[in-house]
């Protein structure tokens, strides 16, 4: 198994940045796909971008391609997820997931480690 830890949200102004952390503990953190997700409040949980196990392959919701970064660093069993040009619509609880292979699968139901998840607000 795979324990995951998100750090970094937080409150910005819109047109502001911030970067999340999730730190993997447990089994190689390289055999796993990442992916970072989303929850607003009302609303379902989505993706945001997806990594895979060697960072060849990256993938982006298209709400947030340009804004947003994902990548990992193996050495230091972590992935982080780079935020810019936020908007009030990324206010949401940002959760970071795992899954042993495969590819950076966009469905919820992919991933079956996941984080507490962690808090960004973004203030127009």
């Known amino acids: 198994q795979v324990q995951l830890v998100e750090s970094g949200g937080g409150l910005v102004q819109a047109g502001g940045s911030l970067r999340l952390s999730c730190a993997a503990s447990?089994?190689?953190?390289?055999?796993?796909?990442m992916g970072w997700f989303r929850q607003a409040p009302g609303k379902e949980r989505e993706f945001v971008a997806g990594i895979t196990r060697s960072g060849t392959s990256i993938t982006y919701a298209s709400s947030v391609k340009g804004r947003f970064t994902i990548a990992r660093d193996n050495a230091k069993n972590t992935v982080y997820l780079q935020m810019d040009s936020l908007k009030p619509e990324d206010t949401a609880v940002y959760y970071c997931?795992?899954?042993?292979?495969?590819?950076?699968?966009?469905?919820?139901?992919?991933?079956?480690?996941w984080g507490q998840g962690t808090q960004v607000t973004v203030s127009s």
């Open positions: 997931a795992a899954r042993l292979g495969g590819t950076a699968y966009s469905s919820v139901t992919a991933y079956s480690y």
């Open positions: 447990g089994r190689t953190f390289s055999s796993y796909v």
